[in-house]
């Protein structure tokens, strides 16, 4: 499984703690930046991400801003994404068991480094359980066109 990443300022330094996870578990990623502390916009990177999921470059996204809030709400603008902003591992595992989430938000100034390296963990572990569920994720598809 190929990951996207992108964040901006707030979430670099979380995002390349995030590349030694992956690495670690053996995941492939690629970084759509930013790619650095210095100052920049988190849509042009989120969209950037989430275009690389939308387009079946990569199979999940990870992105990551100060909130994760801006960044998730730019990655849900891309058609075919359902980007969740998770703050726990709870939510990071049924958002992906119940919402098929292909990518997962993260708020640098919030989540620490243990919780985020749990996080993404089971978010790329954990899989959709379809059923009931299914008719759900169908109907936000929809909203799309």
Request: aromatic letters at 8%.
């Given at each position: ?19 030694r996870v ?16 210095e100052s ?34 730019a ?14 591992c ?11 989430a ?13 919780m ?19 008719r ?10």
């Open positions: 499984m190929k990951i996207a990443l992108g964040c901006d300022h707030g979430g670099y330094e979380l995002k390349e703690f995030i590349k992956l690495e670690r578990l053996e995941y492939s990623y690629e970084d759509f930046g930013c790619n650095s502390t920049c916009d988190y849509p042009n990177f989120g969209a950037a991400a989430a275009r690389a999921v939308a387009e079946g470059k990569c199979q999940r996204g990870i992105v990551i801003c100060t909130t994760g809030i801006g960044i998730s709400i990655a849900n603008k891309i058609k075919g994404i359902r980007c969740a902003h998770c703050a726990d709870l939510e990071a595992e049924m958002t992906r068991r119940h919402n098929d292909n990518m997962l938000a993260i708020g640098a100034g919030f989540t620490g480094k243990n985020a390296e749990r996080m993404v963990e089971v978010f790329l572990s954990t899989e959709f359980e379809g059923g009931r569920h299914q759900r994720v169908d109907q936000i598809t929809a909203l799309e066109n």
